[in-house]
């Protein structure tokens, strides 16, 4: 499929590959250095006014991206965990810079005598204690850190990622240096403590009336533009904004046609008589199937196949039958009487421990050697040499496991011997010395080869939903015409709205950061002039709202303007009508029957709370009720779910104490663990940081 398309588009790959080249000679003639573009271009943003290149951040991304290879031992990275590595690169890289200046302005360091015992002296960093913790003892080991380190000598490329890690610690400790300054200069003053002790133990009650702004209907309030307008400019400040996108698209997905379903049953069909005759067929398989050969046995299970398969003779053929979206043949390779399940125990080891697999050989056939002589040492051997934290632990023991649940030498080593064997096998994980401990059941096994190939949609299939994305896109001119075609067509209108510039991820879409990146440079209301491509969907895409990072004009904000306008009006009416039953009166019961609402009690109101029982988030309330004497009457008060007036009808005092130390450590251990967050992001702000990684991916 994929070599067809380059077919097909041959003519336009070499015409790009010449214009590339003769880009590439007029550079060279243009910029000896063979680098340099055009303005700013290489610089992908600025923190505290220091340029960031493009060069050196994509050189932290690789380091990063290898780093993540050998750390979960992987040979490549999938595009959406590049994404995520990318953007915590670019967050450690403005952490360091805007973190770092505090701290080289401070003279805030990490010396070479503090790096020595963070690493094997008496106070080791918690990031050492963790990567050489014995799994058996759970205890730290420094002596396994000292051996580690006189090793790094003879291995470039770990000795290169140490000091990666040992630069990466000395950074948490002077940020640790530096937070612990902050935490320092808080303090918690006794009146500042004596107020949260009263604040959180005073109890009102409170006799209130509420007249809700639900209650009447938006649509009688009438706003004007000029109150929109004074609104909007009063409260500026809470119209500011990211820059922002939101979009309209029709996804065309790509879906296997009956001419592609065809086309794999007629391959499979074909293959048949091959399969049957084949003398490998781990061979057969790799060549043929889309999943290699997997050598299991299985016993008789639930699947609708098994009553077919356990019925033919060996070297019998199934198929082809379609399941999980792909044409399969089956065929019974051999067959034998197997026990049902196994337990075992072993001892693992390890080539990376021992040094080279040659030397964990040595080391596990000498391990044999002991047991073979005196099995009684199996269990103390195991929880000493095993390189299996889980099973070490327990002697080896590994307990009943069905075929099929173990790595294949191992699996074969335990299910075809037989109970007492004790035998030494190697797999993927390194030498395992195994004791076969029990075997229970018996039944018959089939070891069953499968070649499957998934139906897919091919060249012809493709050609023809492009070709369709391709037409809905010339067909568009205008909004309506955007508008009349999908619904001439029936086609699904999705959403995509407050996309960010940096954003990779739209739901349902496969790597959409290049309509992403075009939204960026469209203006509202256009629509794209090329059909974007995420894996096996087309997609046609239109700019519904541009919003650009300060102050939303008042148009963007036009309704959230009107929801508060009304409200302050309906705030207004309610303010003037509970004023009037306010006057005169001494008891609430009064003013709540002239305002014909319900007189509302509520008890254990505090200052520290942020909410009124049975009235929800209501910090105006709480204040008034905190201020009033008891049985003082309030002004009418403008709240969250309406004007309220109350009178505090009760009053429970704090216990009285002279002992305030809880209330300090309390309000220390709050301002304390906001100290690291909070600072972060007041300097970050402070920082101005230009951010144009968009620009560039």
């Known amino acids: 499929m994929v070599i067809g398309k380059i077919r097909e588009r041959s003519t336009l790959l070499l015409v790009l590959i010449g214009g590339a080249l003769a880009l590439f000679v007029l550079s060279d003639l243009l910029n000896s250095a063979g680098f340099i573009r055009m303005g700013r271009q290489t610089q992908i943003g600025e923190i505290g006014g220091e340029p960031i290149e493009g060069q050196d951040f994509e050189r932290q991304v690789n380091d990063a991206i290898e780093n993540y290879k050998l750390n979960f031992n992987s040979t490549t990275v999938d595009a959406n965990t590049q994404d995520q590595i990318r953007e915590q690169t670019w967050n450690q890289l403005v952490r ?59 291995d470039p490329d770990r000795k290169s990622r140490w000091l990666a890690f040992e630069r990466d610690i000395q950074r948490l400790r002077r940020e640790e240096k530096y937070s612990t300054l902050v935490k320092k200069g808080l303090y918690v003053t006794s009146i500042m403590a004596k107020a949260d002790h009263v604040a959180r133990n005073t109890n009102y009650t409170a006799s209130m009336v509420v007249k809700r702004y639900a209650t009447v209907s938006d649509s009688t309030i009438a706003v004007s533009d000029a109150e929109l307008n004074e609104y909007y400019n009063k409260n500026i400040k809470k119209y500011e904004q990211e820059a922002s996108r939101d979009l309209e698209y029709v996804a065309f997905k790509v879906v296997a046609s009956q001419e592609d379903n065809e086309k794999v049953l007629n391959w499979a069909n074909g293959l048949v008589e091959e399969f049957k005759t084949t003398d490998n067929d781990t061979v057969f398989v790799n060549r043929n199937s889309d999943k290699r050969y997997n050598a299991m046995w299985a016993g008789k299970g639930k699947a609708q196949t098994d009553s077919i398969l356990f019925s033919m003779p060996k070297g019998s053929v199934y198929g082809p039958y379609f399941e999980n979206g792909a044409y399969q043949l089956a065929k019974v390779v051999d067959i034998k009487s197997a026990p049902d399940s196994v337990k075992a125990r072993h001892i693992l080891i390890t080539p990376s421990k021992a040094g080279d697999p040659g030397k964990a050989k040595a080391k596990a056939d000498s391990i044999l050697a002991v047991v073979k002589a005196d099995r009684k040492k199996f269990e103390e051997l195991a929880k000493t040499l095993s390189e299996d934290p889980g099973s070490g632990a327990k002697g080896g023991d590994l307990g009943y496991f069905a075929e099929g649940m173990m790595v294949p030498p191992f699996n074969d080593a335990c299910f075809n011997g037989k109970k007492g064997d004790l035998v030494l096998v190697e797999s993927q994980f390194g030498q395992h010395i195994i004791e076969v401990m029990d075997q229970k059941g018996r039944s018959e096994k089939r070891l069953i080869a499968r070649v499957e190939r998934a139906v897919e949609a091919g060249n012809k299939t493709y050609q023809a939903m492009f070709g369709e994305a391709d037409a809905f896109m010339r067909g568009i001119s205008t909004d309506e015409s955007w508008e009349a075609l999908i619904t001439e067509k029936g086609y699904n209108k999705r959403m995509a709205s407050n996309l960010k510039e940096n954003d990779r991820v739209v739901a349902g879409l496969e790597s959409p950061r290049e309509m992403i990146r075009w939204a960026f440079g469209a203006e509202k209301g256009t629509a794209s002039n090329k059909v974007f491509e995420f894996g096996n969907t087309f997609v046609v895409a239109k700019v519904t709202a541009v919003r650009e990072k300060g102050t939303a004009p008042l148009d963007d904000v036009r309704e959230q303007v009107t929801a508060a306008v009304r409200l302050d009006k309906k705030a207004a009416q309610f303010t003037e009508a509970i004023a009037a039953a306010l006057n005169g009166a001494t008891e609430m019961q009064a003013v709540a029957d002239k305002l014909n609402e319900p007189l509302e009690v509520r008890e254990g109101i505090q200052f520290a709370a942020v909410a009124v029982p049975g009235f929800g988030r209501e910090p105006s309330v709480i204040g008034t009720i905190a201020a009033l004497k008891a049985g003082q009457i309030s002004k009418p008060i403008k709240g969250e779910q309406g004007v309220y007036a109350l009178q505090v009808t009760g009053v429970i005092d704090a216990p009285a104490t002279d002992n305030f130390d809880a209330n300090k450590q309390n309000l220390a251990n709050t301002y304390i663990s906001r100290v690291d967050y909070e600072v972060y992001e007041a300097l970050k702000k402070k920082a101005d940081i230009v951010d144009n990684r968009s620009k560039f991916n």
């Open 96 to 154: 360091n810079s805007v973190m770092g200046g505090q701290m080289d302005e401070l003279g805030i360091l990490v010396t070479a005598d503090e790096l020595f015992d963070m690493v094997q002296g008496n106070r080791p960093h918690a990031q050492v204690v963790r990567a050489f913790t014995n799994p058996q003892t759970q205890q730290f080991d420094q002596q396994q850190v000292i051996a580690f380190l006189k090793g790094l000598e003879s």
